[in-house]
């Protein structure tokens, strides 16, 4: 199985431990740019850059490389945040994988759907993981952050957070900091209709470490994510206390919200449907952000 932690933080030992080095493919690009120093001001170790045609110069003291191969050459990084447009995605991720990258944290959305589907059969050939595309990134906090999250909600704990909505990812996130829920880790699957890391596999990394002992998913319509999450959960006896809010509960059907996979059709995808089998997964959804700490306070028995 895939260990996101070993790769995103390594083992006590490793000299690398808790300073895993990372590359950045488009980092002199704008976003690049910005979120590349807010990242390394957080204390991840960016150890080199990607810009096809600037190879050899410097990016605040980080030497830039005209290939993936060449950084990781030089690094040995096993993880890449991607900052390149949509149309150039699929290119840059083929070369990344190829080039050994384990973890890809894919920020661009309006990715084609075929893009990303010859993205994850690369990915499941080398045993690599594709997070997003359009998602927000993933965040251990304290230890690592790659992506485009800001860094004041998340502090450290033992809740995981699974998200399809960046934004709600930092609200739900900040809302359980400031009652007592640390998070081990946070990840935003992204909101595209596909998502190269699924919630089920998110699942998978967190059911049996000593060091998670709750989790918050934050859902939203549209698609059936949930709806299978909730089938794996049963299916699975999944011990773990999870709660969940959905996000879009009073948007109108057939109409296209903010994220390209937050559409529904009928009776699919709504937030009824997901509800409903969360509660048969005996998952609490809450109505509003601030009900999730409530919530997972009486699923762990705490007084907040």
Known sequence: ??????????????????????????????????HTKLMIQYGTNVAAGVTPGKGGQMFDGIPVYDSVSEAVKSTGAKISVLFVPAPFFLNAAKEAMNSGILLLIAIPEHVPVRDSLKCLEIAKAKNAMIIGPNTPGVIVPTVIKLGIMPAEPFQPGNVAVFSRSGTLMYEVSHILSTSGFGQRIALGIGGDPINCTTLIECFDMVRDRADVNAVVVVGEIGGDAEEQLAEYIISTDFSKPVVAYIAGRSAP??????HAGAIIYGSFGSAESKVSMFAKANVPVAKRPAEVSLLLAQKLKKAI
């Open 253 to 258: 059907k057939e109409k296209r919200m903010g």
């Open 1 to 34: 199985m895939f260990d996101i932690f070993d790769i995103l933080q390594g083992k006590e030992g490793n000299k690398d431990y808790k300073k895993k080095p990372v590359i950045v493919q488009g980092i002199t690009g704008k976003f690049g740019t910005l």
